[in-house]
Every structure is written in structure tokens, then in C-alpha cells.
């Protein structure tokens, strides 16, 4: 199911997800469990990443969207890397690759940002895309067009949200 046209509307920011060089993203929550159609959230329902979390010894909970200016909704992310792909200045890494910690445990963390940024290189079904470099996007929306699930939203019109936001963090 898309990300929401209003996004961030509904959403409080849960915390910061930081990168060493000062820049950071924030992540905003509530997680969903399904979408507004009622149907399951994606990777919620689908039953290889279940089969991952449980290959981890990982609870699988509703994460929420991280960035803001450039967001993606990690209840909707199928993991499927063509937005890493696509971007041509790295804003994405697959989290995992550099600190291989539970989702739901990234905020409050830093990154050096060293973390992957290929396609094939995710750790499995449980890693995300995550926007580290948000501060470096060039609004050139090629992550929107190639995402399947449409779980990217990137809006300039975000930066007032955000700089709000990371007043209450």
C-alpha cells in the first residue's frame, strides 16, 4: 500500500536516527499493522519475512516511516532494493549491513553511513533501505518510480515538518 499523500499527518516523530557527520532523520510512528484498506501491512502478512524475523529470533512490530523529506514506510518496505538501486547520490543504505540490530532499535542510534548501498547486498528480508543521507537527496524521484509497494514519499515541502519535529526530540 502506498506511503500517505499527507505524510507525516497522523504521525508523531518517535526519535532520531543520527549520522556521524551531524545530519540526521527522523522516525515517526505509530508503526501500522494494516493498511487502510484493512488488508495486513506488507510485510506484516507476507510470510518470508515472517519466516526471517523468526530465523533471527526477531518479534516482528510495526516500525513506522523513517526520514522525513524522504520517507519509507518500513511497514510497506519489501526489502527489494531497487530504490538503493536507482538513487544516483546513495541517500539509502540497507541498515542491517552496518549495525545488524533489530529495526525497531535503530532510534537513538548512529551510523557512520558506511553501511551498503547495493542492491544484492541486504542482509535479508528483515534489513530496510533506510534514507541516511536523506540531507544529500536531489528530489530527482527515481526511488518513488521504481519501488513496487510505493512505500517512498519524497517531498521538499517535508523540511518544515522536519526541522519542527527534531525541536521536540
Not at 510470510?47 to 522525513?68: F, H, I, M
Request: glycine share 8%; proline share 7%.
Amino acid at each position: 500500500m502506498p506511503i500517505a499523500e499527507n505524510f507525516p499527518e497522523g504521525l508523531k516523530p518517535t526519535g532520531k536516527i543520527n549520522l556521524d557527520d551531524g545530519n540526521f532523520h527522523i522516525m515517526w510512528g505509530p508503526g501500522k499493522t494494516k493498511n487502510t484498506d484493512g488488508s495486513p501491512a506488507e510485510v506484516l502478512g507476507d510470510a518470508d519475512v515472517v519466516a526471517a524475523y523468526a530465523a533471527r529470533g526477531e518479534e516482528q512490530v510495526p516500525l513506522g516511516v523513517s526520514g522525513t523529506m524522504v520517507a519509507v514506510d518500513w511497514d510497506s518496505c519489501i526489502a527489494d532494493g531497487a530504490c538503493i538501486e536507482a538513487c544516483p547520490v546513495q541517500v539509502f543504505q540497507w541498515y542491517r549491513t552496518e549495525k545488524d540490530i533489530p529495526a525497531k532499535d535503530v532510534v537513538g542510534q548512529t551510523f557512520a553511513g558506511t553501511g551498503s548501498d547495493v542492491k544484492d547486498e541486504r542482509k535479508d528480508l528483515t534489513d530496510k533501505a533506510d534514507p541516511i543521507r536523506e540531507h544529500d537527496c536531489i528530489w530527482c524521484m527515481a526511488c518513488v518510480s521504481v519501488c513496487p509497494p510505493a512505500a517512498i514519499k519524497v517531498d521538499q515541502a517535508n523540511v518544515e515538518k522536519h526541522e519542527s519535529a527534531a525541536k521536540t526530540l
